[in-house]
């Protein structure tokens, strides 16, 4: 068994190549619409009915498909995935001067072979963009400006990602007054809830995977945690490549589980896969769990993948919240609270070990 450290100790992990399809009566499937705005779903028993599905998912997955055909249609997806295909296809010397380099080590472009996860090299190149920020300065961490492709390059790129990223955070505060609900929060409790995203410092990764050369290993993302909030993840229909870890035993503790297995976690047409980060865990106080997760892409084509992080304010303070604490499913697992952070310096201490260049800057 392969041996993965998370921010919660050593988790006992199986070597890739045990992965299971995951069909989609195992991962739930949300559908969002009875907290859309004017959607006839719209009603006090159809949001009960989600809210309650919520609550479920995170509780027992912390991973699951949302539905969000009612809002955004296969279209704009395939726009998408179209223009970041003819990204990655560009000369060089076009991504190269968009590097992270260029800016603060983490808006904008990285070759192949820069990202790491776990202190270990991935097989992508990426292209990330967060939050705009007033005053940007690049020798500051995470404080520099994005780097889009221009118009001459690539027209029609920054327009389209930007409806992409407006979407996305619409939908984050849609998922998130639910799950408020799902944990029973009353309205006083949501808004103050809501005072921590409402400048919410996402993150938006247009990620390109070339297939594993090497049949025996190798990974195209090392296994590990979202660190944020809610991860919204459109990915092209390449199979058998976005793996989760599913214990073998239910327990209530996670990391007492034992041995487990990784399941494909394969597109569904009209959805997004949904799965919260560590964020959820302290909010609840280890109620939901920030799951892991890996890719190991061993088809033939180039694959195309797209999370949208949805993340708290940079300077929230992230602590267990009281209508969690009042569960009885959040008492019965007993052990001390969880500690509280401060987001931004919690994201930095993550965000500084992803990229090999990224070693000894900000020293």
């Not at 080590?105 to 990330?128: F, P």
């Not at 494909?264 to 109620?287: F, H, Q, R, S, Y």
Request: charged residues 25%; contains cysteine.
């Amino acid at each position: 068994m392969a041996i993965t450290t998370t921010t919660n100790g050593p988790v006992p992990l199986p070597k890739p190549n045990t992965a299971l399809p995951l069909d989609a009566d195992t991962l739930p499937i949300i559908d969002i619409s009875s907290y859309l705005p004017n959607h006839p779903n719209n009603t006090p028993e159809n949001r009960r009915e989600t809210a309650d599905a919520l609550h479920a998912a995170c509780r027992d997955f912390g991973f699951f498909y949302l539905n969000i055909a009612s809002c955004v249609d296969s279209e704009q997806t395939d726009q998408l995935a179209d223009l970041a295909h003819r990204f990655f296809g560009l000369e060089q010397q076009v991504k190269d001067a968009l590097h992270i380099q260029n800016q603060d080590l983490a808006r904008g472009y990285q070759r192949l072979g820069e990202n790491i996860t776990q202190g270990k090299i991935d097989h992508q190149e990426g292209l990330d963009f967060y939050a705009p920020v007033a005053e940007p300065d690049k020798n500051k961490p995470l404080w520099g400006e994005n780097q889009w492709p221009s118009d001459k390059d690539l027209p029609g790129f920054k327009a389209a990602y930007k409806k992409w990223i407006d979407q996305m955070k619409d939908l984050g505060f849609v998922v998130m007054e639910a799950m408020a609900h799902g944990l029973g929060m009353n309205q006083e409790e949501w808004l103050e809830l809501r005072k921590k995203i409402d400048d919410s410092f996402w993150v938006m990764r247009v990620i390109g995977y070339p297939p594993l050369k090497d049949e025996r290993d190798g990974i195209s993302c090392g296994a590990h945690k979202d660190y944020g909030c809610l991860t919204f993840l459109f990915a092209d229909p390449t199979p058998k490549a976005l793996q989760v870890f599913r214990h073998a035993a239910k327990t209530e503790n996670v990391e007492e589980a034992g041995p487990g297995e990784w399941i494909n976690a394969d597109p569904i047409p009209g959805c997004v896969v949904c799965n919260i980060g560590e964020m959820w865990e302290i909010w609840t106080n280890g109620l939901y769990k920030s799951t892991i997760h890996q890719v190991v892409h061993r088809g033939t084509n180039f694959r195309i993948s797209v999370p949208f992080f949805f993340e708290p304010n940079f300077d929230a303070f992230v602590e267990p919240l009281p209508a969690a604490l009042r569960l009885d499913e959040v008492k019965a697992l007993g052990g001390e609270l969880y500690k509280p952070i401060l987001y931004g310096d919690f994201l930095y201490s993550k965000v500084s070990n992803n990229f090999l260049l990224g070693k000894g800057r900000y020293d």
